[in-house]
């Protein structure tokens, strides 16, 4: 129980794992349509950065979108520094399992994003999703500007309103300005085009909320 306890737990400062000060070796083009991973992106895109549980599934529903160009799994919003995925599986990182996604918002909104986001896991349920526990693992929208926070934060409070009166618990999804985003290894770099009968751990609650969210 305490091993279970603690991977529920932001790590402090003085326990996060210290990392490195080189980038772990990932792939340098998508899977799926040959993208650079790493860029340059084209000047007329945006970038948008979600944690929604297991990043496989995640990433497999946002490389789905139209409008989307590059996606990239990796690690965010914690402590050490280029972190391994054992690493922030041991819960003593502070990262979440996230998405970089690349659109083109003259083909598919933020809004529209958001909303795949919020119908494509469970935000209530903390430091998990489904039978994933641990902080890996919480629902988290990472801005990159601040029309994406109005955006998010709106979304949230639409999506809460929604959630509360059909009786679910309050929404538990952190909105933090974008932090250093780190790319995940290779093997996880479009997982389920690679793995198409692999895990994927997402569940929706079904619940469609059009307030505010547009195409």
Not at 136 to 149: D, H, L, M, P, T
Not at 184 to 192: M, N, P
Not at 199 to 211: A, E, F, N, Q, T
Request: hydrophobic fraction near 35%; proline fraction near 7%; aromatic fraction near 12%.
């Amino acid at each position: 129980m305490f091993n279970l306890r603690k991977k529920t737990e932001m790590p402090a400062a003085t326990e996060a794992l210290p990392g490195r000060d080189f980038e772990i070796p990932t792939a340098s083009r998508h899977f799926v349509n040959g993208a650079a991973l790493k860029g340059p992106y084209p000047e007329t895109h945006e970038k948008a950065m979600f944690g929604l549980g297991c990043f496989w599934g995640a990433e497999r529903k946002l490389w789905q979108q139209p409008g989307v160009s590059v996606t990239a799994a990796g690690y965010a919003a914690g402590l050490t520094p280029n972190p391994t995925y054992e690493e922030v599986c041991s819960g003593l990182t502070g990262h979440n399992e996230v998405v970089l996604a690349v659109f083109d918002p003259t083909k598919v909104s933020y809004e529209a994003l958001l909303k795949l986001f919020w119908e494509s896991h469970n935000p209530t349920q903390g430091m998990r999703q489904g039978n994933d526990v641990g902080t890996q693992y919480r629902s988290g929208i990472y801005v990159f500007s601040e029309a994406q926070r109005k955006a998010a934060e709106a979304s949230r409070a639409a999506y809460t309103a929604e959630l509360s009166k059909r009786g679910f618990p309050d929404i538990t999804t952190e909105i933090l300005d974008a932090p250093e985003f780190y790319f995940a290894e290779d093997y996880h770099q479009q997982y389920l085009a690679k793995n198409p009968n692999g895990y994927c751990g997402l569940g929706g609650l079904g619940i469609s909320c059009p307030v505010g969210i547009t195409a």
